[in-house]
């Protein structure tokens, strides 16, 4: 195959994986927003639609500019194959990008080229499926064990979900800034306890908590800037 | 029946599975037409193998990581939905926020037994809703955005330095607070009464538990070179928390 006929056939190969990736995306979009409404008619019960909505606008809002940022900045990381696959198989900051960025550097295959595009989508793929693997083993090992899980002795444990995951990312994210952490913290303390009916509303306090501590960061950053400029 | 048994029936599993069937086919065929573009492009072969085999083996410590996450959630919601989430689009950290969130906005909560079959499916609904942007947004701007960056010849994206970074922390940050206030107004303004301290310090205890669990997985990977205990730190910070809840509680 001479230099040209790789060329086409790479953009061929390129037209359909759009074409493919966006076929896919639709499926697994209506197949992930179906399965609720699915398993509500086997629970005898549909998804409250007016909650959900409210719910949305409380939490949803947060993750849906987490969703952006990571659409503009692994995108270009992953090509069009690897990104498709990413953002239906999920963990991407945990587990997709590290391991295409560790496959890529491996085989020494540059960004932006024919190359990587193939490198990253054979990672991400074999990546989604060791995990789809890993965790069926996992999940049918589990069945024997669903009567400890629902042991009245765990019970504290799972009611504890939460907190256990918000104290292993408030490690992770307050020593990134710890200044800046301590003033929606403190903020949030005192509100909540002067107003402790506000504890059935946690996730609506997200917006002025968040609100806070960006203003903080965009102040910081911005004297960061003149000061950088001034020298 | 309890509601957990519900979610654990057969039923759901057989929903869960084929969604997750359905994914594993899709990431076949993904790889199967790029070992064949590989191929056509005059790509070494033993270069690809290189790629798959290092992927493989990288993935299988998060995986369990992930697996972990399973069980940490199974406990209120059920095995398959948790599996489903951890399996396709979803991330832990993401489902637990937004599961709880879901959990309060109805009035119920996601300990053990308080789960009702007429809230699963709006909180089910909630957890699809909120991570699928990426995923809309990649079928619908990938191709464009991809070309754009070509044309403009820009082939590595920014990392740090700007200000959208900096923001995603501090968006996080403001979530954790939010939380973390609750848990601190909730013990010492309990019930309603200001400054009774007769709120449970249970989850206050266990965010210092799994805070304290996540600086020594921090300490060994960073100071110590085990970078590989990355792929559990928030997961076995996790469990160890919900394991300090389960012996507060005897």
């Known amino acids: 195959m001479n230099d040209m006929q790789k060329q086409s056939s790479y953009e061929a190969y390129l037209k359909s994986t759009h074409r493919i990736g966006r076929i896919v995306s639709a499926i697994t979009l209506v197949l992930l927003v179906g399965a609720p409404f699915a398993i509500g008619t086997l629970l005898g019960a549909a998804p409250d639609l007016g909650e959900t909505a409210r719910a949305f606008l409380s939490v949803g809002l947060v993750w849906t500019v987490s969703s952006v940022v990571e659409f503009l900045v692994y995108t270009p990381m992953l090509g069009a194959g690897g990104s498709y696959l990413a953002f239906i198989t999920g963990n991407l900051i945990n587990m997709k990008i590290p391991c295409a960025m560790n496959a890529k550097e491996l085989v020494d295959a540059k960004s932006g080229t024919a190359e990587n595009e193939v490198i990253a989508t054979l990672s991400i793929a074999t990546s989604s499926l060791v995990t789809i693997l890993v965790l069926a083993l996992g999940v049918v090992l589990l069945i024997p064990l669903q009567p400890v899980l629902q042991s009245p002795v765990l019970a504290p444990a799972f009611a504890n979900v939460v907190p256990a995951l918000f104290g292993a990312m408030a490690y992770k994210y307050y020593r990134k800034d710890p200044l800046l952490s301590l003033v929606p913290l403190c903020a949030m303390i005192v509100l909540f306890t002067l107003v402790p009916s506000l504890t059935s509303s946690t996730s609506f306090m997200i917006i002025p908590s968040g609100a806070l501590a960006i203003l903080l960061a965009w102040l910081k950053y911005r004297k960061e800037k003149k000061g950088a400029a001034a020298e | ?250």
């Open chain 2, 1 to 250: 029946m309890s509601v957990l048994d519900q979610l654990n029936g057969g039923g759901i599993y057989l929903i869960c599975g084929s969604i997750v069937a359905f994914i594993a086919a899709v990431c076949v065929i993904f790889m199967v037409r790029a070992w064949h573009a590989g191929k056509a492009l005059g790509m070494d072969v033993t270069r690809m193998k290189r790629a798959v085999t290092a992927s493989a083996t990288f993935s299988v410590l998060p995986s369990v990581g992930i697996l972990l996450g399973v069980i940490a959630l199974s406990g209120s919601l059920g095995v398959p939905w948790p599996w489903l989430r951890l399996s396709v689009i979803g991330a832990l950290h993401y489902e637990t926020q937004v599961a709880d969130a879901a959990a309060e906005q109805l009035g119920v909560s996601l300990g053990s037994g308080q789960m009702t079959a007429q809230a699963f499916p709006t909180i089910a609904l909630l957890m699809s809703i909120c991570i699928m942007w990426g995923m809309i947004l990649s079928a619908l701007f990938n191709k464009k955005y991809l070309h754009r960056l070509q044309q403009g010849g820009k082939t590595e994206t920014r990392k740090g330095g700007g200000f959208g970074d900096k923001a995603m922390t501090a968006m996080f940050i403001g979530m954790v607070s939010a939380y973390i206030g609750s848990y601190v107004g909730g013990w010492i303004s309990g019930s309603g009464r200001l400054f009774s301290f007769s709120g449970s310090w249970t989850p206050l205890a266990v965010v210092f538990a799994s805070a304290l669990v996540m600086a020594v997985f921090t300490y060994f990977s960073e100071k110590k070179g085990m970078a590989w205990l990355d792929n559990f730190s928030i997961a076995g910070s996790m469990l160890i928390g919900m394991l300090a809840a389960a012996l507060i509680g005897q």
